[in-house]
């Protein structure tokens, strides 16, 4: 109230009522407080505290987000894992049979022919595993979404000769075209014009062969011609085109090649084109904290191996020499071989294990952080209730006290005194 | 001499009941009677004698309003400047309104969830579902900056529409002030009683002064002068009109009678063209700079890397601003072509591209206060088609999409509640003033009963003394007949 020595009834009430509204205001402000929970109901009510808000939130989503990633990872890991047991498990079953088959007689080649067999199994048995999937993508195939050993049961390989140098380069012609046959079916293909280092050239011609085949450099530095599985155990033969010279072939139609590059019995045996890896080195990583990333994935040749190094080459050979009962080469190197592939798988399973430690840690480190920016987020923002129940009651007496004097101070005049 | 007495104590009774009739009026300013003795007759001649004679009685020398020219310009000043505050707070909050922070339900909560959606979109690049999840998402992040951004030129227009209605009122105001000082000069100069018109004149500057800052000068014959940022808006019984400019913003008021532009400082339509010329394009500015972010950053990723088909990445949004960004039709209609990969599958090659580092880094983007972003060939302004995200465009470090929507919320709770501070102290002080003004002009009711039991008792005693002046005239009639 003002100290001025003249009162008039209208300026007595102006300033009551300004008093009451601003009691009331403190009063609406206390309840949208109580009612909503928060301190904060719009940007103005803590512009600073909004803006800290705003950021932890975006932290806040970032580190659930990681907390995801790193559970995706978990789990992609555990597939490893599982996988790579299996994979030990059939490998000692190997080992225990070209034990067996290095000490059986000479003579018991029935016996020595199941285990051969056995052995060819367990080979598929780990091209399977090879190809094992989590959520839909092979995890032994690095960023490639790819079974990553496609021929092992593709069909039958052509090689033409001796290709140039990996350096030289191959300058193909307008419509240039090559004729094969697929399991006595003609077809033609097209190499799109432009020059090419050999393995470029292998690249276009597969891309243009419309899946049918697959174009690969051998370990003879040839352009190898392999049917794909969809095609799988068909007969190949170029017949010709004007393409053909320059891809190493001759016009005239080459022999029919047959059999599968992935059957060691057979005469198209490659093993360098069978269990050519598809997939990419490139690892799968997991961002589990801002500008940390952990490498969840195992290609392919890390574990596998790739072409004829590979432990599905190495396990053609024991069954090989299992059918055939030679002893010496099932004791000495095939063994020690044998011995070495296991030791990679289990190393690859303990690497698996250690970056699954890593990620178990990252998840403490994530909940523990998104814990603490909860934390936060509340302090700035969340009503502390006993202390807004507080205010609300004291403002609430507070404007009842202004209305009661109000009703007191708008006194009655002299009016009421004449009579 | 007694009639006098008794005259002059019927007007006292007539003002005190004119006013307490007003007490509650608003703008009415108190009345009191002048009065004067009326001195003696001289008498000239022989007879000039050395001794007072009575005077000749009572006389109303006039009826005086009660006014205070100097807190009235206070007040005027008050109200000005709470006018002001008032329409820049209500504009503030209006703007306020579309930012619904930190409540969870704004934009904010799109943009966290956006980037959620590329970290996923890394961990399953080939995933054609997580790939809708993401348009989709970012469908509904540029859609609120749309609607954010068309809200904000509503507001803009609503203002602009207030501002003519009140520039309508201004001007109605200022003609009838002016007809008002007419009458009022035309009623000082035949000395009729011009009270009611000054009230009322008064209390039109008064709402005057709410809507446009005014300074307020007294002539001598009774009118007053209204101007304005040094500008007479009334002069005497002339008055002249304010318009709005045609073009904006910024826009600006326009005297009728030079056309000189005029930018107010003071009232209600000060406020009104802060908020259409300053904090509306300013925060429009802000959300097209969170918009131009997005796709700035977005954009230079998706040049980096390659889509599912093993093309080379097509910008993932389209726009100049916030009011127009969308997600590139393209990538909507085929979520494929968001190029999640660093590099692509050999060509030939039936592999899907599992490569999600180019999503990955997307994703981590909000974990710094700046991004590199392209823009478009040809500025910002070209960004509506793809082909002009291909091309002659420059790369540029900017503010990161989160910080800059931050740092325009923040910006806008300051200035809310900057000037909701300022109207609250504004409101008091003007409450005061005012308070001030009315204690000093306005009617107490208590004293104009006061003065009413006295001109009451005035009047009976004029009454006792002409019936004293009866009979002592009678007396003497019946001692000369007697």
């Known amino acids: 109230m003002s100290d001025m020595t003249r009162v008039t009834q209208r300026s007595a009430s102006m300033l009551m009522v300004a008093d009451l509204e601003q009691s009331l205001q403190s009063l609406t402000g206390y309840e949208q407080e109580a009612a909503t929970g928060k301190q904060i109901n719009q940007p103005s009510d803590n512009p600073a505290g909004t803006s800290e808000v705003l950021a932890l939130n975006t932290q806040l989503g970032r580190y659930s987000q990681y907390s995801k990633n790193i559970s995706d990872g978990q789990s992609w890991l555990n597939t490893a894992d599982t996988t790579l047991g299996s994979a030990i498990t059939a490998l000692n079953k190997v080992q225990t049979d070209v034990l067996s088959g290095a000490n059986a007689s000479a003579s018991d080649s029935t016996s020595d022919q199941a285990l051969s067999q056995e052995v060819l199994a367990i080979k598929q048995e780990l091209l399977g595993l090879a ?80 899946g049918n085949l697959v174009a690969s450099i051998n370990s003879s530095g040839a352009l190898a011609l392999t049917a794909t599985a969809q095609a799988g155990g068909a007969s190949v033969q170029v017949i010709g085109g004007d393409a053909a010279g320059a891809l190493g072939f001759t016009t005239t139609p080459s022999t029919v090649a047959s ?54 080459a190495l396990l053609d050979t024991i069954s090989q020499d299992l059918a055939n009962g030679n002893t010496a080469a ?67 007496a507070s404007y009842q006290a202004a209305l009661e004097t109000t009703a007191k101070v708008i006194q009655p005049s002299l009016a009421e005194f004449l009579s | 001499v007694g009639l006098s007495g008794l005259e002059a104590d019927q007007v ?118 997580t790939r809708s999840t993401l348009v989709e998402d970012a469908g509904s992040l ?109 826009y600006s008021l326009v005297w009728s009678d030079d056309q000189t532009t005029y930018q107010p400082s003071s009232g209600a339509l000060a406020g009104m063209l802060d908020v259409v010329n300053n904090y509306v394009p300013n925060y429009q500015n802000g959300l097209d700079q969170v918009a131009q972010s997005l796709m ?57 591209n599992q490569d999600g580092s180019v999503a990955a880094e997307v994703g981590e983007l909000p974990n710094s206060q700046t991004a590199t972003m392209l823009e478009p060939a040809g500025g910002w302004a070209a960004g509506g088609s793809a082909s002009s995200w291909t091309g002659a465009t420059t790369t540029t470090t900017g503010t990161e999409a989160d910080v800059a929507y931050n740092q325009l919320v923040s910006g806008i709770g300051q200035a809310t509640s900057s000037v909701n501070n300022q109207y609250s102290a504004q409101q008091t002080v003007t409450t005061n003033v005012n308070s001030a003004l009315q204690s000093a002009t306005g009617v107490n009711t208590d004293e104009e009963l006061t003065n009413m039991v006295l001109y009451q008792n005035a009047y009976d005693a004029s009454a006792k003394f002409i019936t004293t002046v009866q009979e002592t005239l009678q007396s003497l009639i019946a001692m000369v007949n007697g």
Do not use: C
Not at chain 2, 202 to 227: F, T
Not at chain 2, 316 to 321: A, D, K, R, S, V
């Open chain 1, 330 to 396: 099932l004791s000495g190197t095939d063994l020690s071989a044998l011995q070495s592939a296991i030791n990679t798988f289990t190393q690859a399973q303990g690497n698996a294990g250690a970056v699954g430690a890593a990620l178990a840690t990252d998840a403490t480190q994530a909940s523990n952080k998104i814990a603490a920016l909860q934390d936060q987020v509340a302090t700035l923002s969340d009503a502390d209730e006993d202390q807004v129940a507080t205010n609300l009651d004291l403002a609430s």
């Open chain 2, 142 to 250: 540029t859609s609120s900056l749309n609607q954010t951004s068309s809200a904000l030129s509503t507001l803009s227009q609503q203002t602009v529409q207030d501002i003519q209605s009140t520039l309508s009122e201004v001007n109605q105001d200022a003609s009838q002030i002016a007809s008002l000082n007419l009458s009022i000069s035309q009623g000082t100069g035949s000395g009729a009683d011009v009270n009611e018109m000054e009230d009322q004149r008064d209390q039109l500057v008064s709402q005057l002064s709410n809507q446009l800052g005014v300074n307020v000068s007294y002539n001598s014959d009774g009118s007053v002068n209204v101007e304005s940022g040094g500008e007479a808006l009334v002069s005497g019984h002339n008055s002249q009109q304010l318009s709005l400019s045609t073009a904006g913003p910024p």
């Open chain 1, 131 to 210: 190809g094992t999937t989590y959520n839909n993508r092979p995890i032994f195939a690095g960023t490639y979404g790819v079974s990553p050993y496609p021929l092992a049961a593709g069909g039958a390989s052509l090689a033409g000769a001796a290709a140039p140098a990996a350096s030289t380069t191959i300058t193909t012609g307008t419509n240039d075209t090559l004729t094969y046959s697929l399991g006595g079916n003609a077809e033609s293909l097209t190499v799109p014009a432009g020059t090419y280092t050999p393995s470029q050239l292998a690249v276009a011609v597969q891309g243009a062969s419309n």
């Open chain 1, 259 to 312: 059999g599968s590059v992935g059957d060691p019995t057979s005469t198209s045996y490659d093993p360098s084109v069978a269990y050519a890896y598809a997939g990419s080195a490139n690892p799968v990583t997991r961002v589990v904290a801002p500008g940390q990333t952990e490498n969840v994935s195992l290609t392919g040749p890390q574990v596998f191996g790739s072409g004829s190094s590979s432990v599905f």
């Open chain 2, 12 to 129: 006292g009774l007539d003002t005190v009941g004119q006013n307490v009739a007003n007490a509650s009026t608003q703008g009415y300013v108190d009345e009191s009677v002048d009065l004067g003795a009326i001195g003696s007759v001289q008498h000239v001649g022989f007879d000039q004698s050395a001794f007072d004679e009575p005077g000749d009685g009572v006389q109303v020398e006039g009826i005086r309003r009660l006014d205070n020219t100097y807190l009235q310009a206070q007040s005027y000043a008050a109200q000005g400047d709470q006018g002001m505050l008032s329409a820049q707070q209500s504009g503030l909050q209006a703007i306020q309104q579309n930012f619904p922070e930190p409540s969870g339900n704004g934009i904010s909560t799109e943009l966290t969830q956006y980037w959620q959606d590329w970290s996923t979109l890394a961990n399953d690049p080939s995933d054609s579902a």
């Open chain 2, 296 to 352: 700035g950053s977005v954009n230079h990723a998706m040049s980096t890397g390659y889509d599912l088909n093993g093309n080379q990445g097509v910008p993932f949004f389209l726009g100049t601003g916030a009011a127009d960004i969308e997600v590139n039709p393209a990538i909507a209609a085929d979520p494929s072509e968001i190029a999640a990969a660093a590099t692509p599958t050999p060509a030939g090659s039936s592999a899907t």
